[in-house]
């Protein structure tokens, strides 16, 4: 057990730390619309050309080939800089489809992606949920038919992130009409400019519209856009599950620490009705200094999680414990921020530069929900961290 | 950076659990007469060198670090061990006189653990020590307790009883400094660790043999989802235990603040978990032959000693961490 950087650890994050100091966007992130995926794909531009995309991907694939705690290093100086929300348009390109592409993808798939990705040029979406499979993923109806050289594709997804924004897609469909949950699924490589898609916005709480509807009416994708096998698509949607929910939210898991100190540094300024400051209320400065212990604990739980897979090569069967701590933690950071500031909590135009703690905290419904709920987070814990008897 | 016990580390903990569940199984408390650390089970533990863990080699243990005492007394408290195998321990690594030093060491001398209460002392320990360790941040002293005048008082806690003092003699040894407190900060941390592990492996273990309306407890989401919860509080205490001793053990500057989350931590899950494993055991769980309320009751014991909700959270809040 020890908590040592090694020198190339220490240098890698003092030349991140002096890189990013003089060279975070000058400029806000617009709220929405065309214009931030623009933003995200410039920020990732400016990565790309200055050697920080793919921290920890192979170099073979165009990464750094760093290891996972330098990739922690790396977040963390984010987070500390003020850099631009990591999860963002360019989010499932470079957290989970350019990794599943390297693990199960042919090698024409990664000549042709895995540069796009890192350079921002290709922003990704994913096509897993539908109207009627959501927590229950298996359900889903979306239809492929084979045609030659062709996949033929009629169906519909729902709550696609930046699907608006996107030029490729994860998509998850049936493939084997006899067949029944898992099997004959097959999951494919969607060029969102193809023919007969149709993106539809859904206005969110958070007065955005981040997430779509998307109609496919005989999309033709060609066969060689397959990853892994026809009708085991189930195999490398785990694959991709594995990777949102295991390195996916390990920005937020380190700058949650950062955030408290924010509100607490918030705490000390704002006046209560009664006069005093915030952080002379017991009941506030307990709750913040309670969250400041559990974002401590997140942060060597990220570690430990790091350090093991780095050692074993192994993502361990912790995401999903991860995530439920992660996502209750920060709804209960913005919850307590409400109680600090009082009635101008409730000011909100939509644009989180503006209104930054009540879009998070309208934000946590979306983080306990998107990528497997909480209660499918529970599920999955009691059954491969505990073993329990099978629920279903 | 590793934050998992590996090596050696592993190997002390595995010889710490076989000796402990053979030892000092939590079941003995369902005897009487079974609260404290006896004379036999301290002069076994001390044969074997466990309170010397983290005593320099010099001073005669066996020079090991925090690292190996947190590993320890996640054991002790998994078996619900008494506080005064934690003071014996302290006492260990605090005695400055050499010949009473080694007394400790091997068990021949007793050590109970004293706290402040008001103007009083609360003393958690067996008739057969003579000594009583009262720790704060500043330092560590041992007073005699021949001449002090104790009254037993009834102990919620099967495992400690526990006696009042109003005036203590003398402190006969000791030393300065918060070095004593951050082990005992450590060890109490660890304990409620090994205390909230044990309760989710009694319940889980439960859940897939207890049947109601025809399936496994375990298959119903009411249970697997509390379950859940347990095992994510116990990952984060036991995630932070380990930065903790590893920061103490590296001399971090920002070690105390580590050491105080995990505290916090850890008396938030021993509680929880404790508390949720008699909900869940349903009736039997409120039984006194069931070793569910022994968690709980140990749990409280421990919440308080070495840092409590109150004077952690006051401490977290100005707290600053390194990198």
């Known amino acids: 057990m020890d908590l040592r950087y090694s020198d190339a650890d220490r240098e890698f994050r003092a030349r991140a730390r002096d890189w990013l100091a003089g060279n975070i966007p000058n400029s806000r992130r617009p709220p929405g619309g065309s214009a931030a995926a623009q933003f995200d794909r410039d920020w990732q531009r400016k990565l790309h050309d200055h050697g920080w995309a793919g921290i920890a991907w192979p170099k073979e694939y165009g990464g750094l080939g760093l290891t996972g705690l330098q990739q922690v290093i790396w977040y963390e100086e984010l987070a500390r800089a003020g850099a631009p929300h990591h999860i963002n348009t360019t989010y499932v390109a470079l957290m989970h489809a350019g990794p599943t592409l390297i693990a199960r993808g042919t090698e024409q798939h990664k000549a042709f992606h895995l540069p796009r990705i890192l350079s921002g040029e290709a922003l990704w979406c994913q096509g897993f949920s539908e109207p009627n499979a959501g927590s229950d993923l298996a359900a889903l109806r979306t239809r492929g038919e084979i045609d030659g050289d062709h996949i033929v594709v009629t169906g519909s997804k729902m709550w696609t992130t930046d699907a608006q924004y996107a030029d490729y897609q994860e998509l998850l469909i049936r493939t084997d009409p006899q067949s029944q949950r898992h099997k004959g699924l097959t999951w494919l490589i969607c060029d969102m400019r193809s023919p007969g898609i149709e993106v539809t916005p859904i206005r969110t709480m958070l007065q955005d519209e981040h997430v779509n509807s998307v109609f496919y009416d005989e999309v033709r994708i060609p066969i060689g856009n397959v990853v892994g096998e026809i009708g085991q698509g189930w195999s490398t949607a785990l694959a991709t599950l594995s990777f949102e929910r295991g390195l996916g939210f390990i920005g937020d898991q380190l700058e949650l620490y950062e955030r408290v100190c924010r509100a607490i540094d918030l705490a000390g300024k704002v006046r209560l009705e009664d006069g005093r400051r915030a952080i002379e209320d017991d009941g506030i400065a307990q709750r913040l200094a309670a969250l400041k212990a559990d974002t401590i604990a997140i942060r060597a739980m990220t570690l430990a999680d790091i350090a093991e897979s780095d050692r074993t090569g192994m993502p361990g069967p912790k995401g999903s414990m991860m995530k439920l701590l992660v996502t209750t933690t920060h709804k209960a950071l913005s919850e307590v921020v409400g109680d600090i500031m009082g009635w101008s909590f409730l000011e909100f135009d939509g644009d989180r530069s503006n209104n930054p703690w009540t879009y998070e905290y309208l934000w946590s419904w979306v983080f306990s929900i998107a990528g497997g709920t909480n209660e499918i987070q529970r599920e999955i814990t009691a059954d491969r961290v505990l073993g329990l008897p099978k629920a279903r | ?323």
């Open chain 2, 1 to 323: 950076m590793y934050l998992a016990p590996e090596g050696d580390e592993i190997e002390i903990a595995d010889a710490a659990a076989d000796f402990l569940a053979q030892k000092m199984p939590i079941d003995r408390l369902h005897k009487p007469g079974a609260a404290d650390m006896s004379e036999t089970l301290r002069e076994l533990l001390g044969e074997m060198g466990w309170f010397g863990l983290a005593v320099p080699a010099e001073r005669g243990g066996s020079g090991l670090s925090p690292v190996e005492h947190a590993l320890f007394f996640r054991e002790v408290g998994r078996q619900c061990g008494p506080v005064d195998l934690l003071a014996q321990a302290l006492a260990a690594n605090a005695a400055q006189d050499t010949g009473l030093r080694q007394s400790i060491i091997s068990g021949s001398r007793g050590v109970a653990l004293m706290v402040a209460d008001g103007d009083g002392y609360r003393l958690f320990g067996s008739d057969h020590a003579d000594l009583a360790l009262i720790v704060t941040r500043e330092r560590a002293q041992l007073h005699p307790l021949e001449q002090a005048a104790l009254e037993s008082r009834a102990a919620l806690d099967p495992a400690n009883s526990l006696r009042v003092a109003d005036a203590l003699p003398d402190a006969v040894d000791g030393t300065s400094g918060e070095t004593i407190w951050r082990l005992g900060e450590l060890g109490a941390a660890a304990m409620l660790v090994g205390l909230a592990e044990a309760a989710l492996d009694l319940i889980v273990e439960y859940a897939k043999v207890r049947e109601a309306f025809g399936r496994p407890i375990g298959a119903y989401q009411a249970v697997r989802h509390t379950c859940a919860d347990m095992a994510v509080r116990i990952e984060a205490a036991r995630s932070q235990l380990w930065f903790a001793a590893a920061a103490l053990k590296e001399g971090r500057g920002d070690a105390g603040a580590h050491l105080d989350a995990a505290k916090h931590l850890a008396n938030e899950a021993g509680m929880a978990c404790a508390d949720s494993n008699i909900q869940l055991h349903g009736g039997i769980g409120v039984s006194e032959e069931h070793d569910a309320h022994l968690l709980l009751k140990h749990a409280m014991l421990l919440s308080r000693l070495f840092g409590s909700k109150r004077s952690l959270l006051a401490r977290l809040l100005e707290a600053r961490l390194e990198d």
